[in-house]
């Protein structure tokens, strides 16, 4: 069964719409949760890791009051996409992992759609 | 930085067909090695993962990937592929440690009847 549950997976609105997508471990506590951008026909790139209880580490070039990361529980990361413009438009995926020896938890991923 | 290379961006193969996917990393310490599977439509699904030991890892499917430390490869193999193998396979490395992965771009495996 699915261990990272995501959503929404599908999301299409406006732009200058805030978009919140949530990322859920179901399986086990998860400290650190990573979120990860695909476009299409590329590998996934990634954007962030979030960190339970304290400010997420952003990856060059990813601007952080735009792509707002919380991780205020140990099953719970939300991303924010602020202001979204039809650029942000992308598959937006989250991943954990039980401890460093583990594998990666993929979510089903969220296609965003700004029109 | 590390990067990962994977060579085929499009791979077109019959029914029955032996299969071998390139992988190469860059990163001169100890690794961890996965190659992960993209079904159409579905999400990210774990093939087959080193982290140490024997270097010829098998993996679900009948998947199987060999870690040669000398080449910097993880290569993804299959010897007899079928229709259902149709889709995206990712090679992807981490440090040891509680780091993230790192993807390569990916190879597309159309498999044709």
């Known amino acids: 069964g699915a261990v990272v549950s995501q959503h929404p997976s599908w999301v299409i609105c406006k732009s200058g719409t805030s978009v919140k997508i949530e990322c859920r471990s179901l399986d086990f506590q998860a400290t650190t949760m990573f979120w990860y951008r695909q476009f299409p026909k590329q590998s996934l790139m990634l954007m962030a890791t979030?960190?339970?209880?304290?400010?997420?580490?952003?990856e060059q070039g990813v601007e952080k009051d735009k792509f707002l990361i919380n991780h205020a529980s140990l099953t719970l990361s939300t991303l924010t996409v602020t202001s979204a413009h039809p650029e942000d438009s992308s598959f937006y995926i989250c991943s954990t992992r039980e401890t460093s020896n583990q594998p990666q938890h993929f979510g089903d991923g969220t296609r965003l759609s700004i029109l | 930085a590390q990067s990962v290379s994977q060579h085929n961006h499009h791979v077109i193969l019959s029914e029955a067909a032996s299969l071998e996917l390139g992988c190469n990393y860059s990163y001169g310490g100890t690794v961890n090695l996965f190659w992960y599977v993209q079904y159409p439509g579905q999400h990210l699904q774990l093939l087959l993962k080193?982290?140490?030991?024997?270097?010829l890892v098998k993996g679900i499917k009948g998947f199987e990937a060999e870690f040669i430390k000398s080449k910097f490869s993880f290569n993804l193999r299959k010897p007899s592929v079928q229709w259902s193998d149709t889709a995206e396979y990712f090679c992807a490395v981490t440090p040891s440690g509680n780091t993230p992965l790192v993807f390569g771009k990916g190879t597309r495996l159309s498999v044709i009847a």
């Open positions: 080193y982290f140490s030991g024997d270097p």
């Open positions: 979030s960190n339970e209880g304290s400010k997420a580490t952003y």
